[in-house]
């Protein structure tokens, strides 16, 4: 991957979609965690494909390709939804195991009430499988932040999750 970036930085467009085409799953996932909005995401991952190939000369650390690329359209999903200023709940998140079609919607309802920036920590670490230091790394905080974000996320979910069964 190194190698490509530093071809890439060269001006080599055929090792810069090589890079990218090796991330965007990656990069559709966050931006949809985001958007929910399949046609928005796509068009996120996109502008942030534009915009890391103007500025993929800026990049210092080729190694860090991913996580710049990732925060990139992070910023984009930022950018998308300021412009919306409203953000529509669609994700289904299928799960393997049997559940309630009741509790997958009070699921989808607690989450929708979080701000985006705690919604997306709880579904890169639950959903997408990322480490706390790739969370850290993607969104520009702190691990220690995101740990307690988090948690305090967490916590509020169950809270509201119990109210509901009230």
Same mark, same amino acid.
């Given at each position: 991957?190194?190698?490509? *970036?530093?071809? $890439?930085?060269?001006? =080599? ?16 996932? &966050? ?6 909005e399949e046609n928005d995401s796509? =068009? ?5 494909? %534009?915009?890391?190939?103007? #500025? *993929?000369?800026? +990049? ?6 991913? /996580?710049?690329? &990732?925060?990139i359209v992070i910023n984009e ?5 300021? #412009? ?14 049997? @559940?309630?079609?009741? %509790? @997958?919607?009070?699921? #989808? ?10 919604? @997306? *920590? ?11 230091? %790739? *969370? $850290?790394?993607? &969104? ?7 740990? /307690? #974000?988090?948690?305090?996320? +967490?916590k509020l979910l169950k809270s509201?999750?119990?109210?509901? %069964? @009230?």
């Open positions: 991957m190194e190698q490509l *970036i530093r071809e $890439a930085q060269k001006g =080599d467009w055929e090792s810069f979609s090589q890079a990218v085409f090796s991330v965007k799953d990656q990069a559709y996932r &966050i931006a949809y965690c985001y958007l929910y796509m =068009d996120v991952v996109c502008d942030a494909m %534009e915009k890391a190939y103007v #500025k *993929i000369k800026s +990049l210092r650390e080729p190694k860090f390709f991913t /996580t710049w690329f &990732i925060r999903c930022k950018a998308q939804l300021k #412009k919306k200023k409203t953000i529509s709940f669609v994700a289904d998140h299928a799960s393997h195991r049997t @559940v309630n079609p009741e %509790e @997958v919607v009070d699921l #989808k309802m607690a989450l929708q009430s979080l701000s985006p920036s705690d919604r @997306v *920590i709880v579904q890169m670490k639950y959903f997408l499988g990322y480490t706390f230091t %790739e *969370i $850290a790394e993607a &969104i520009g905080m702190p691990e220690g932040t995101v740990k /307690t #974000k988090l948690y305090q996320t +967490l509201k999750l119990a109210l509901q %069964e @009230v």
